[in-house]
Structure formats: C-alpha cells, structure tokens
C-alpha cells in the first residue's frame, strides 16, 4: 500500500482508536503540566477570568483543569464521545461538547483558543481551511497556541499502540495565515525540548486601533 494511502486510512480511523483507547490515555497522560511554561505566555496575554476554547480537549487533564484552576471560563471541544464522557465526569458543571473541530464555526469568539496534541490530527487541508475560522474566533487582543509540526508534512504516532496521525504546514504558512487573519505578535519554536520535543506556535491577535 502506498504510504499516502496508508496514512488516510490512519487518519480516518483516528476518532475510533481515541473511543477504544480513551480510559488508557486517561491513565497514562502525565500530570506535571510540562507545558506550563507555554500554557502561562498564552494566559498571560489574556483578560483575568476570560473565556477559553480548548479544542481537542481529550478528559480535561490537565491543560483544562489547569484552566479552571486559574479561574477561566471554559469551553472543551473533543470528537471522542469516551473523552467527552470522562472529561464529564471529572468536571461535571463545565461546557464539554462532542464535536468534531473541523465543523467549527466562528459565530462564537474567545479571548484564546488552545490546542495542544490535537490540531495536528488535522490533514494539511484541513488545517489550511480550519485556521482562518480559528483566528476569527480569537477576540482583538486575545490569544491562539497550537502545537504543530516543525516542518510540513504528515507522519504516525501512537495512543496505547494503536497509529495515530499527524500533519503540519509548513511554519512560514502558518504565520502567513495567521498574519493576514489580524495576529501580529507571533512565536514558532520548534522541536522545544522543555515540552518533550513538541513544536509550537503562540500568537496574539491585534487590537483595531480606536480614533
């Protein structure tokens, strides 16, 4: 089989794998926020209790919870009916929905959107045609962090030894989208060995100058 053809197949099988796998990754996800070095830069450039889109939100641990923690409103979007569930369980009175990312809309607008091991799931032309309603969803002056790829192009992972698929822009895209979508403070680290080697990108959207 070729490996395009191999890689969509892993792709479209993804959201069954995070259903079968979803107690495991539960279980295992690490718990000592080594993103939190990344997660601060985005909340500090966000209004005290603000609202937040984590978008691919998995159980809500622990970016989610680290969220409520430090007093936003939040709203966790997962295509993963077994995360949602859990996520559910753990944060019973907080807005979870099911709902694939790719069927977002921009009619409602955060002060940030984050997603952190989710966005890259996304094909390459999904990702081009999802950013753009991402970055309108972003209120003035708010803020988007993503983690990405370090170059463009697709490969596999795993959750609980089952494949998995990843994909990214090339960085120089990424920033060319989001610039023309009204972001001018934008950071691209990649391959950052303080978050396990993750990519990652944090922009701030521009304020419209008032007269």
Not at 109 to 127: K, M, N, P, R, V
Not at 140 to 159: N, W
């Amino acid at each position: 089989m070729k490996k395009a053809a191999c890689l969509s197949m892993i792709e479209a099988g993804m959201r069954a794998v995070y259903e079968r796998q979803a107690s495991h990754w539960h279980e295992k996800r690490r718990r000592d926020l080594y993103e939190r070095v990344w997660l601060d830069r985005f909340l500090k450039e966000l209004p005290a209790n603000g609202r937040l889109l984590d978008l691919g939100c998995g159980t809500g641990q622990p970016i989610s919870a680290y969220f409520l923690s430090r007093g936003f409103a939040l709203t966790g979007i997962d295509y993963s009916s077994a995360m949602i569930a859990l996520a559910r369980s753990d944060f019973p009175n907080e807005d979870w929905r099911l709902q694939d990312m790719r069927r977002l809309t921009d009619t409602e607008t955060f002060d940030g959107i984050c997603s952190w091991d989710a966005f890259f799931h996304l094909g390459i032309e999904d990702q081009r045609q999802l950013l753009p309603v991402l970055a309108r969803a972003v209120r003035e002056g708010g803020a988007m962090l993503l983690t990405v790829g370090p170059s463009e192009g697709e490969v596999t992972g795993t959750v609980g030894g089952e494949p998995v698929y990843h994909a990214s822009l090339a960085p120089s895209e990424y920033k060319q989208i989001l610039t023309d979508a009204g972001f001018g403070e934008l950071t691209f680290v990649p391959e950052d060995q303080s978050t396990a080697g993750r990519s990652v990108l944090l922009g701030r959207k521009r304020k419209t100058s008032s007269l």
